[in-house]
């Protein structure tokens, strides 16, 4: 063997010995959130697609429609010519609904973040984010060489101490934070976090991916109080609620101008195919006016937490805590074989001791469904009163 091999075998062989190697499993993913996997039908309680819009017929006929009429790809960056016409549709519903001036549409949630971060902020410059922050914000902040600083979970004082003792000797400053938490499901002090970003001239993003369209009304974690936070970077994706693919950042008209000359993964990526921008455009539609669909995740977790006598949910996700990666592993095998698909969540994605299986609800799960995975949970939830 060459030293490539001998380096990724070892690599794997210490991930095995782990519990962390990762694995495709192949899964067909069909309506009312159920799925098919080795051959089983299970349902699913860890999927995305929270108002369940990768299915629904009127989301489907938008992209079959659109193909038909553009084509199945958009043939060049969207500065060449994969800017096919259903974009300025999608960017001018987009920002309708975040209320901002203008949006832009990315390849996805990773690419507006990784491109969006160092377009903004360089290696002069100061970020300060939340240690829980998605990879991609890390990334994004890693590609800009501006100096870093984590600030505890949610901690606003923490966060504001880091700004008293570094924004001075930056000429910019980027506060960084997700709206929703993807693995643990809360939600951040977005309105505190902008009146602390105004206090030292810093500019807050907020990466509302599991937001939109489930949290406030659909509006998203900038609105949670009735009214938009004064976030000037709201950046999100079309592939959780919206079921579809692709990212967006909302922001003012110069920042979105700015952000579509410079930003190398806008600018050297190929556009979305047309499919996928039509169905965004369907979905961004019913979660603009259908209030009882986007209220239906919110329900279904609650009744889940209800029920385990967890503390109510601020979004559609709930973790449950094992600790171990083995324990984590073996509690998703014991509610795959009761017919419920749950990932177990390991590190690197979340930190150490802390592996977990991560439920999301979604609009078409059905309460005895939800009843029953709560019956299967109770033996290996230690924090439920009638716990085995």
């Known amino acids: 063997m060459d030293s490539l091999e001998l380096f990724v075998r070892d690599k794997l062989e210490h991930l095995e010995a782990q519990s962390l190697k990762r ?5 067909d993913r069909f309506a009312a959130a159920l799925t098919r996997r080795d051959g089983k039908v299970m349902i699913s309680f860890c999927c995305n697609d929270y108002l369940n819009l990768s299915h629904d017929r009127r989301v489907i006929d938008a992209a079959n429609e659109a193909t038909q009429r553009y084509g199945a790809g958009s043939g060049a960056s969207r500065l060449v010519t994969g800017n096919h016409p259903l974009y300025k549709t999608l960017e001018t519903k987009l ?25 903004l902020i360089g290696p002069d410059d100061l970020i300060v984010a939340d240690e829980l922050c998605h990879a991609c914000l890390f990334a994004g902040s890693q590609i800009s060489h501006a100096k870093l600083v984590i600030f505890r979970h949610n901690d606003l004082d923490h966060c504001a101490e880091l700004l008293e003792e570094h924004r001075a000797q ?6 960084l934070t997700d709206g929703v938490f993807s693995m643990d499901g809360d939600l951040a002090p977005v309105v505190e976090l902008a009146e602390l970003a105004e206090m030292h001239d ?33 950046m999100g994706t079309l592939s959780k609620a919206i079921g579809v693919y692709g990212g967006y950042l909302c922001a003012s008209q110069a920042v979105v101008d700015f952000i579509k000359t410079r930003a190398r993964s806008f600018i050297y990526t190929t556009g979305l195919p047309p499919g996928a921008v039509a169905s965004s455009i369907a979905a961004l539609d019913l979660i603009a006016t259908d209030a009882e669909l986007v ?23 709930v973790p449950l805590i094992m600790g171990d990666a083995d324990s984590a592993l073996a509690a998703s095998q014991t509610l795959a074989e009761q017919g419920f698909l749950v990932t177990a969540i390991r590190p690197p994605t979340v930190p150490e001791n802390t592996a977990r299986l991560r439920f999301t609800f979604t609009a078409e799960h059905r309460n005895e ?3 029953r995975l709560v019956e299967a949970v109770r033996p290996f939830h230690r924090g439920d009163k009638d716990a085995a």
């Open 369 to 371: 469904d939800i009843l």
């Open 23 to 27: 694995t495709l499993a192949e899964t």
């Open 202 to 234: 810093a500019w807050l993003m907020t990466d509302d991916a599991h937001g939109l369209g489930v949290v406030a009304g659909g509006k998203g974690s900038s609105f949670v109080t009735g009214q938009k936070a004064r976030v000037p970077l709201q």
């Open 95 to 119: 920002a309708a609904h975040k209320e901002t001036e203008a949006a832009v549409v990315f390849g996805s949630g990773y690419l507006t973040n990784v491109g969006v971060i160092p377009t």
């Open 170 to 175: 930056h000429p910019r400053c980027l506060i």
């Open 295 to 317: 209220a239906k995740p919110m329900a279904k977790a609650r009744l889940f937490t209800r029920a385990l006598n967890l503390p109510d949910p601020e979004s559609c996700i």
